[in-house]
């Protein structure tokens, strides 16, 4: 029996309706918040991406939910007090998801307890009452305790405080499946190749399949651009000599061992040699350290670290580690592309705005970038009033600050499938485990396919299932059994599966490879 959601039923709702009142254009946190806001309130909502839901930036964050102790150090209260209210909705909204995190800022100068201990008291007081726990001064002893493989020399004690941790690729796969649930569509690998206009105004899109090749018109009472870094690209669709709105930076990030950071606190370096700060934190069996913030001109979709940018966070993870990683020890590398809004005079991308940015065309179309994953339900929330507007669509309330997200259980729960687990383990194979050493199922694929539009072994061992990100050597060797599975359900021949086998392959050498300058091969 074929899903709801197979790919040809998708496309068959394409066309039921004659126009649709939004359509958003980009499938990652920003777009999907808009899509899942704009059908919240009623109105009929199609998504489009060009390629998975979250294959950019939206897959590649450093897995917090978080205030921003950085952004406090610049003064920046109001991001810091709107994304510490934020994180309070996502805790309530997605529990499955996104969970409260401890951190420990260790320090080596007497100085540096009372330093830190009164800028997160200030995290504290901005929280209000929307915080988790008050942070703490520790002792030397606690210090080490929280943190056992943290450099004993020097170190003067520290510094807890709680902030949260989350998947971003399963939070954008939660808000794909939430919009299906508010009646609106969502369809990936379907990119838009030019905007359609009558008498100057924008009245919709010019598509083309990715998998099928055929093009179609889409009509829109108004569209959002929501495409991240690539947002300067759709603009040009209708203004090529269109101003860059963006200043696209790139952060890298290191996955390694649990031996290197034992236990369940995260570890905050609270300044590197560049001026940013460094998380070292446990995800999901491994550590996780990054990241980096670097300008960057091209707007890759896979995107490598520059050179230097992995010896930069192995040697400042090794200031504070007893026991450090060398290159070895890499299980998987990875880099992210930020949408920072331009300003001129040449600031450093640290620098540059975190807030997000809302333009309307001459033609109506909505632009909305910069932000924060922690702050993409707020970034929603003002892109559908602007376009309701435009639009002239009615006025309704924003309901999503208290909208429970596709999934979401009644308490704390580690399993990213929450009150959807059930479902999951009644399809085929919920007891076979695809490969040693990973938690991925047989059935958890089927469903991947069946309920979560992914189309590719990529689809299934990036974002339905972290693997990739976890250890690209162990992603590789599941490679084969993921595309076995998915040819089954998508009625793929052997073919298809070797071609999938070896384009998945390639990618996970990008991953994996860290060669001595600690850029890419």
């Known amino acids: 029996m074929k899903s709801a959601l197979a790919r040809e039923a998708l496309l068959a709702r394409l066309h039921e309706q004659h126009r649709w009142d939004i359509i958003v254009i980009g499938g990652g946190a920003t777009g999907l918040g808009c899509a899942v806001d704009?059908?919240?309130?009623?109105?009929?909502?199609?998504?489009?991406?060009?390629?998975?839901?979250?294959?950019?930036?939206?897959?590649?964050?450093?897995?917090?939910?978080?205030?921003?102790?950085?952004?406090?150090?610049?003064?920046?209260?109001?991001?810091?007090?709107?994304?510490?209210?934020?994180?309070?909705?996502?805790?309530?909204?997605?529990?499955?998801?996104?969970?409260?995190?401890?951190?420990?800022?260790?320090?080596?100068?007497?100085?540096?307890?009372?330093?830190?201990?009164?800028?997160?008291?200030?995290?504290?007081?901005?929280?209000?009452?929307?915080?988790?726990?008050?942070?703490?001064?520790?002792?030397?002893?606690?210090?080490?305790?929280?943190?056992?493989?943290?450099?004993?020399?020097?170190?003067?004690?520290?510094?807890?405080?709680?902030?949260?941790?989350?998947?971003?690729?399963?939070?954008?796969?939660?808000?794909?499946?939430?919009?299906?649930?508010?009646?609106?569509?969502?369809?990936?690998?379907?990119?838009?190749?030019?905007?359609?206009?009558?008498?100057?105004?924008?009245?919709?899109?010019?598509?083309?399949?990715?998998?099928?090749?055929?093009?179609?018109?889409?009509?829109?009472?108004?569209?959002?651009?929501?495409?991240?870094?690539?947002?300067?690209?759709?603009?040009?669709?209708e203004c090529p000599a269109a101003e860059s709105l963006l200043h696209p930076s790139q952060g890298a990030h290191v996955v390694v061992d649990r031996r290197f950071l034992p236990g369940d606190d995260a570890l905050l370096v609270p300044r590197t040699p560049d001026g940013r700060v460094l998380f070292v934190i446990p995800w999901q069996g491994r550590v996780l350290i990054g990241t980096t913030d670097l300008a960057r001109s091209d707007l890759p979709l896979e995107p490598k670290p520059l050179a230097g940018e992995v010896d930069f966070i192995l040697a400042t993870a090794a200031r504070y580690l007893a026991r450090a990683p060398a290159r070895s020890d890499v299980r998987s590398v990875f880099v992210g592309l930020r949408p920072l809004i331009h300003r001129r005079g040449g600031l450093a991308t640290r620098r540059l705005s975190r807030e997000h940015f809302i333009e309307v065309s001459p033609g109506g179309l909505v632009t909305i970038t910069g932000g924060k994953w922690t702050t993409y339900r707020r970034m929603a929330e003002d892109a559908i009033d602007v376009a309701r507007s435009v639009a002239g669509l009615p006025a309704r309330e924003c309901p999503t600050a208290r909208l429970p997200l596709h999934g979401a259980t009644a308490g704390f729960s580690r399993d990213p499938y929450g009150c959807e687990r059930e479902a999951v383990n009644a399809l085929p194979g919920a007891r076979r485990m695809l490969q040693d050493g990973s938690s991925l199922t047989e059935a958890e694929v089927r469903h991947a396919v069946r309920n979560e539009l992914a189309r590719t072994v990529e689809d299934v061992l990036a974002r339905r299932h972290r693997m990739l990100f976890l250890d690209a050597a162990l992603a590789s060797a599941a490679a084969p059994g993921v595309a076995a599975i998915l040819a089954e359900e998508l009625g793929r021949d052997d073919d298809w599966q070797g071609a999938e086998v070896a384009r998945f392959r390639s990618l996970t050498m990008q991953y994996a490879a860290v060669p001595e300058n600690g850029g890419r091969v």
């Open 38 to 237: 704009a059908a919240a309130r009623g109105y009929s909502t199609l998504l489009l991406e060009a390629h998975d839901f979250a294959k950019g930036t939206s897959s590649r964050a450093t897995k917090l939910i978080h205030g921003g102790v950085r952004y406090l150090a610049q003064g920046n209260f109001p991001l810091v007090r709107e994304a510490l209210a934020e994180r309070s909705l996502l805790l309530a909204n997605a529990p499955h998801l996104v969970h409260p995190l401890r951190f420990v800022v260790p320090a080596y100068r007497w100085h540096e307890r009372p330093l830190f201990g009164a800028g997160l008291a200030m995290y504290d007081l901005l929280a209000g009452s929307h915080g988790l726990e008050r942070s703490r001064q520790l002792g030397t002893r606690a210090t080490l305790a929280a943190l056992p493989n943290a450099k004993a020399d020097g170190l003067k004690g520290g510094i807890a405080y709680w902030d949260a941790q989350f998947d971003d690729a399963r939070l954008a796969i939660a808000l794909m499946a939430t919009l299906f649930d508010l009646g609106g569509l969502a369809l990936n690998y379907l990119p838009v190749e030019g905007l359609v206009t009558d008498a100057g105004r924008i009245v919709g899109v010019r598509v083309r399949d990715a998998e099928s090749g055929k093009t179609l018109r889409l009509d829109a009472r108004v569209l959002i651009n929501a495409t991240g870094v690539w947002a300067d690209a759709v603009r040009r669709f």
